[in-house]
């Protein structure tokens, strides 16, 4: 069970490592693991360097019980499941200080008191929530070009999800849901076809076909999803933009 | 996965920033178009979006806060 909690976690990382986002400069190693569907002890060394992911990770795994790489603790980071639950709020809260790189205590302080103590460690609540404060709440007024680019960001950052249309050799066509912001509040917009890359040599991608439905992060295909799995995620970013829409609602008024 | 990251604007290439990072990385094709700054501003970036131009102040508390938090990442990977 760990190795394959290694390599699902390995599948989410890889493209913001690519992009030079995230985690140490190791990129061409990650992609020879998950190609060759090994979850070495180097990669683990790795993946332990991601400045957020990991200690997410271990967040989890120490409310829960569980392991760090167990199958279960990045499937709830990336994807969101109940073990999410199991973890409390003043935990999460005290991790974001303490755990955290750089994040401003201020701002952290004043996002969890708009969230009327509700709070999840999923990846698209960080990702959202890392944008609330600064930008959408009390950053400079945008120009319509600005926010675009900044809904723009947060969707590619966060984890969505399409239905694939068609298969190219190295790209997808994909049917997934935009994130969008209408009226200063956050929302998932009717699907729309868009392209992502994928890599053809990793495992679950050798049979991929129109129909699959699969992740995506930074228009990059990540993986299958199984069908609990699609169920899932779409309840965790609704959630997570609740949340973050409760907040933001709280910083109009 | 992405990380707020605190750094120093060092360039600026056809609108875009390169931006070195307080832990010691470096980022070219920074967007500086929503927060604005410019050569020697402190940025706040996530993804390869700069997000806010920090004060002298917030960057000194950001540096504190950098180095607590990686002294503490460092004894719970050892743990």
């Not at chain 1, 271990?58 to 980071?77: M, Q």
């Not at chain 1, 990702?127 to 007024?141: H, I, R």
């Not at chain 1, 995620?233 to 933009?241: G, L, W």
């Not at chain 2, 010691?24 to 996530?46: I, P, Q, R, T, W």
Request: net charge positive.
């Amino acid at each position: 069970m760990r190795d394959n909690g290694i390599l699902f976690h390995a599948k989410y990382a890889y493209m913001p490592n690519s992009l030079g986002y995230c985690g140490p400069d190791e990129n061409g190693k990650i992609r020879e693991e998950l190609e060759q569907g090994t979850a070495a002890e180097a990669l683990v060394g790795i993946l332990e360097k991601f400045e957020a992911a990991y200690p997410f990770l271990r967040l989890i795994a120490r409310s829960t019980g569980k392991k760090v790489f167990d199958y279960e603790v990045p499937e709830a980071y990336w994807i969101g499941s109940s073990l999410l639950e199991h973890v409390p709020v003043p935990e999460f809260y005290q991790f974001s200080h303490r755990e955290l790189k750089g994040r401003d205590p201020r701002e952290v302080r004043e996002f969890f008191r708009g969230l009327d103590g509700r709070a999840v460690p999923h990846h698209t609540f960080y990702v959202l929530g890392t944008f609330a404060a600064p930008v959408l709440a009390d950053g400079p007024s945008l120009s319509n070009e600005a926010q675009k680019k900044v809904v723009e960001s947060m969707d590619c950052c966060r984890i969505s999800w399409g239905r694939v249309r068609h298969v190219g050799k190295r790209e997808l066509e994909v049917e997934a849901r935009p994130l969008e912001l209408k009226d200063g509040r956050l929302r998932l917009a009717p699907p729309r076809v868009k392209k992502a890359r994928y890599n053809p040599a990793i495992s679950p991608f050798r049979t991929i076909r129109a129909g699959d439905i699969v992740s995506l992060h930074w228009n990059y295909a990540c993986d299958l999803l199984t069908k609990r799995q699609e169920a899932n995620i779409s309840k965790y970013t609704s959630t997570d933009i609740g949340l973050v829409n409760r907040f933001l609602s709280g910083r109009s008024h | 996965m992405c990380i707020a990251r605190v750094g120093k604007v060092v360039g600026l290439s056809d609108g875009m920033a390169r931006v070195e990072f307080f832990d010691g990385g470096c980022l070219g094709g920074v967007d500086l178009g929503v927060a604005g700054g410019k050569v020697g501003s402190y940025v706040e970036v996530f993804g390869n979006l700069a997000l806010s131009v920090l004060s002298a102040s917030e960057v000194r508390n950001r540096r504190r806060i950098w180095s607590e938090v990686r002294k503490a990442a460092a004894e719970a990977t050892h743990l």
